[in-house]
């Protein structure tokens, strides 16, 4: 789970005191006395020139319960919201916060502090910010000068805390600097829990406002986006998610609610900019499934009987909560010796109709996906068909059934995952599924046995899918081993006629279980020699052509469906024409 830009607290720092060599106090101004302090969130003291910053910060995590505070002076530093926390403990630095309610803006979350690139000024000893005191640090690789102390097991500050300091600044002291909140109170989601959310989704979020101080969500993913949004302290916000223009399939996104308390003290020129910050993060699984509908799936095959048939459309899931019921094997066609479906299944029920072909799209998004076709739910032995071709996640799996009977067929669909990784590890299974699921009802072409009796009829061959089982052709063709399909179909053949516009392609594949068929185009139903085009791969192989008028005229031809033996055997057949 995402947690890299979760604030983090430091529960260490370095050593206790400073050298005489190291820090030079020598500088300390005397000249005044003058302090600039009261309850205002901004003081302004403009007969100083501009000095040096400072900042005082106290974070407060609400998830962990641990509160660090942080102090950072420096002759010059970027000007960070949470400058002091950033600088010690190497959280991500917070460039800025939108100015208007409702505005956002990305910030790069790689941004950090250069201690080298920073002079320090040394304050003292000790600083107390609120009623929290800190004593001096400093990192000898470098020089830099800190504040830092873990104050979790003390009571947090509310209301008007002050701060005090010295050294090679004047003497200060107040106790009306920085205005306290009381910490942030997520109500929904739960602090640190997990949500899951697709695309075209609002994802609320609800905190008990209090009207003080700013209210920010930062959204985070893994490596790209840190987007911080300014809410109006109404305690509702709905997260817009597509908003965030995510583009990659699956994303683990952390979100983190903040109130911030600020305040600006300019003594003598000094400027000391004054937060203290109370955040609460939670956790967002994003799935983008496209314009597609929510499909509960079946665990066991009991529950799958009683399921609606699946409709055509495109459809996802999740399997959270399904075991590994069923292992196909046998019908998983693969590219791979490592093909297996020992993951997560889930079963769907469909039913075919006569003369139909069931076409599948199945993906899962973060596992290798294993699809098949079951006859009965209750073992896998009833696979007919099946697809594990990629051992990769996110790869599309594709198989299809025909129902060649007079009968609606009743069928059951396993949604699968492999269960291991490639280096043979166990997966989690808890993926997000689609389905993509289209029934084609093959159509009966119009076929004649003779040249004479194609001769004149309706063009009526056009694109979609065919299905053709008759044993009343004779032989009248055979484009012979010299012919266009290089091999003698001496066996029962069919013509149709149909028209070819210029610039159009014509691509037909047909398959014959269990036959022998070959395809080719006649320009002239009575001669074999004036085919333009045929195949012929063999046995039980699929035959495909595909052929382009590159004239400028239509051209009107005959698909040929020859075969080889006594007669032709039932055939399907897919035409595209465009």
Known sequence: MLRTLVPALLLAVGCSGPSTEETDTSSVDTDTDTQVTG????????????????????IHHVNTGNVGVFGVFAKSAPNYVNLAQCAVSGNTCVTGIPGDEDDWEDQDPDTDIQREDIHTRFMGYEITFGPYTM???????????????????????????????????????????????????????????????????????????????????????RFDLYRVFHLEDDGYYDLDIDALGILDDTEELTLTLTRWDRSSVNFEGNVVEMVAASDVWFTVDYANIGPRERLYAADQCDEARGLPSVTPGGWWGRLDFMTDNLRPTTCLTSGSPLAKAWGKDALLRVEVPPKSVLNLDYNTLSESASLYVLTDCSTANSCVKGSDIDQNPNIHEFTNYFNSTEDPEELFIGLDTTGVDASNQPTPGDTVWTLDVTVETLRDPLMFDTCLDALGQPQTLSSGGYFEEFVAYTDNLNPGNGGCTHTSLNGADALMPFSLGPGQTFTVN?????????????????DVFSCVGGADAGTNQTEQLVLVNQGKATANLYLVVDSKGPGLRPFVMGVSIQ
């Open 39 to 58: 309850p205002t969130t901004t003081l302004i003291d403009t007969a100083w020139p501009p000095g040096d910053l400072g900042s005082l910060n106290i």
């Open 135 to 221: 004593r001096y640090q400093e990192d000898r690789r470098n020089g830099f000068g800190y504040y830092a102390s873990n104050v979790s097991r003390e009571e947090l500050p509310e209301g008007w805390i002050g701060a005090s300091w010295g050294g090679q600044w004047s003497d200060y002291s107040s106790d009306a600097d920085l205005d306290v909140s009381r910490p942030i109170d997520l109500v929904a989601p739960r602090p640190g829990s997990n949500t899951f959310i697709t695309n075209g989704q609002f994802l609320p979020v609800e905190w008990v406002p209090t009207g003080k101080g700013i209210v920010t969500l930062t959204v985070g993913t």
């Open 510 to 526: 047909v398959t014959s279980p269990g036959g022998d068929v070959g395809v080719y185009v006649l320009s002239n139903c009575n």
